[in-house]
T-cell receptor, first 114, second 111 residues
Framework: GAVVSQHPSRVICKSGTSVKIECRSL??????MFWYRQFPKKSLMLMATSNEGSKATYEQGVEKDKFLINHASLTLSTLTVTSAHPEDSSFYIC??????????FGPGTRLTVL | GQQLNQSPQSMFIQEGEDVSMNCTSSSIFNTWLWYKQDPGEGPVLLIALYKAGELTSNGRLTAQFGITRKDSFLNISASIPSDVGIYFC???????????FGTGTRLTIIP
């Protein structure tokens, strides 16, 4: 399978600050990237879908101005949580999809907002 | 968003026991996927099913795509300690890269 990394793996920040999470593939070109949020003991909830070079499509109830997604290239996508609050504390996971329905999850980023 | 119903929600078993869990949907899917997630990590694909009625194995794991296309089950035989984790089913439609996830089954092995 592809090697997918997320950086940082864990981050603690103060309320009101912004946090950028990177999802990067070393050996896989993703035509589509997905960002999920997972609260403790819950399932993965899709936040947004993005294709390279175009604006992300957000799921209902997800604020696009709060969760900024940049799909910079076929191997890199970033999620920026702006003006983070404690309720944004969660596990954020990216998923990469490519040709032939290949798909790979990132290892996740644990965000804690104090 | 929509979630698939997965049962049981949690299981406590002894090492060596067989495990069975299932996933149901109110709508059909063309592909069923089963994932395992360890604490603090992303999901890892275990088995993918592409055809109604299909039965597929991966080592001690066996999964089936329901005939109605609205359900799937996963069996684990002779469980071992490393099977501990959360198992998620996911459904996918043709031409749509989105996945709809199940609510998860947490597997715990009692010493």
């Amino acid at each position: 399978g592809a090697v997918v990394s997320q950086h940082p793996s864990r981050v603690i920040c103060k309320s009101g600050t912004s946090v950028k999470i990177e999802c990067r593939s070393l050996d896989f070109q993703a035509t589509t990237m997905f960002w999920y949020r997972q609260f403790p003991k819950k399932s993965l909830m899709l936040m947004a879908t993005s294709n390279e070079g175009s604006k992300a499509t957000y799921e209902q109830g997800v604020e696009k101005d709060k969760f900024l997604i940049n799909h910079a290239s076929l191997t890199l996508s970033t999620l920026t949580v702006t003006s983070a609050h404690p309720e944004d504390s969660s596990f954020y996971i990216c998923r990469l999809a490519g040709a032939n329905n290949e798909q790979f999850f990132g290892p996740g980023t644990r965000l804690t907002v104090l | 968003g929509q979630q698939l119903n997965q049962s049981p929600q949690s299981m406590f078993i002894q090492e060596g026991e067989d495990v069975s869990m299932n996933c149901t949907s109110s709508s059909i899917f063309n592909t069923w996927l089963w994932y395992k997630q360890d604490p603090g990590e992303g999901p890892v694909l275990l088995i993918a099913l592409y055809k109604a009625g299909e039965l597929t194995s991966n080592g001690r794991l066996t999964a089936q795509f329901g005939i109605t296309r609205k359900d799937s089950f996963l069996n684990i035989s002779a469980s071992i300690p490393s099977d501990v984790g959360i198992y998620f089913c996911a459904g996918q439609l043709f031409g749509n890269e989105k996945l709809t996830f199940g609510t998860g089954t947490r597997l715990t092995i009692i010493p």
